[in-house]
């Protein structure tokens, strides 16, 4: 099984409402992509130092799931919002 994490920080400009539609619509993904096996995604609750602003755990059955998610037309627009909303994005994927 492999574990995708992600870690997002959001540009200071992005507003809130879109910050969470995007939330929202992350949290659709496994109805709609099959090979998602779970998905939790939220908010950073301490707001410290070395914080990000949202992250995300999705687990796989294989690192072909992983890129069939990566290019699934329903994970794009998602890319198609945070990529140009970003100021970092951080991510690791490795076998459980």
Known sequence: MIRHMLLVRWKPEFPEAQRQDWLDKVR???EKIETIRSLSVGA?????????????VADFDSLDDVRAYAVHPD???LIAISG?????MASVDFTI
């Open 28 to 30: 659709a993904l496994p």
């Open 84 to 88: 140009p909303n970003t100021e970092a």
């Open 44 to 56: 950073d609750v301490l707001d410290g130092q070395r914080s990000w602003d949202h992250g995300l």
């Open 75 to 77: 994970h794009l627009p």
